[in-house]
């Protein structure tokens, strides 16, 4: 079936600080990939989604290249503020077939310190 | 803008009673979802929900069924609960456009068990 891994569980690092989130995921068919950000008691929220090959996509500082050559959507920022922490998922989803919904990876928690 | 709501924002329940929770989508979207999160945040799809049409319905208990009105609503009921039903319960929605693929999450019910 389908897959997302993301290695990480638990960033930790200081405000300015860059970051990358891994991602790769494993599918049989056309992929959308996608990053959601939850925040403490909310909702998860799109930060990030692409399914064109080796093109960049950027959002609120942070960005993601799909390579599907590696099967990777990872996400980065390159200075980090207190407001990003928050839990960061990876999503995939069947850009042919939307309405099968979304198979998330486990998450990464980023915790950023002053 | 919050644009998918959901009732009740918490519940707590005894073993083997019947919930019922409610979602609204105001996005005009096609396509409803159930995700459940668990305690450790993991997030995976119960449901969806499509022109009144279960498309999707992951190895769910029994006891869980979605219940739809409309296209604009979508509820999720639970006949006899049991403790590893606590949980967040996020209701989402999308459709094929401009947007596609894109899902928009409502705040969640969190369920106690007891």
């Known amino acids: 079936g389908d897959s997302v891994t993301q290695t990480e569980g638990l960033v930790t690092l200081t405000k300015g600080l860059p970051v990358m989130l891994n991602c790769t995921y494993q599918?049989?068919?056309?992929?959308?990939l996608f990053w959601y950000v939850q925040h403490l008691n909310e909702a998860p929220k799109l930060l990030l989604k692409?399914?064109?090959?080796?093109k960049r996509t950027e959002h609120q500082g942070f960005y993601a290249t799909l390579h599907k050559s590696s099967s990777s959507f990872h996400l980065q920022k390159s200075s980090v503020q207190l407001s990003d922490s928050a839990l960061y998922f990876c999503a995939l989803s069947d850009r042919n077939n939307y309405a099968q919904g979304l198979t998330f990876g486990l998450g990464t928690r980023v915790s950023v310190f002053p | 803008e919050t644009a998918v709501f959901q009732t009740p924002n918490y519940h707590v329940t005894q073993v083997g009673n019947e919930v019922s929770f409610n979602c609204k989508q105001t996005l005009g979207h096609d396509t409803m979802y159930w995700y459940k999160q668990d305690s450790k945040k993991l997030l995976k799809i119960m449901f969806s929900?499509?022109?009144?049409?279960?498309?999707v319905n992951e190895t769910v208990p029994r006891r869980f069924s979605p219940q739809s009105s409309d296209k604009a609503h979508l509820n999720l009921r639970i006949k006899s609960v049991e403790p590893e039903d606590s949980a967040v319960y996020l209701c989402?929605?999308?459709?094929?456009?401009?947007?596609?693929?894109?899902?928009?999450f409502g705040p969640g019910t969190r369920l106690l068990v007891l």
């Open positions: 929900y499509n022109n009144k049409q279960l498309i």
């Open positions: 989402a929605s999308s459709s094929r456009g401009a947007n596609q693929d894109t899902q928009y």
């Open positions: 692409s399914s064109t090959d080796n």
């Open positions: 599918t049989t068919y056309s992929p959308f």
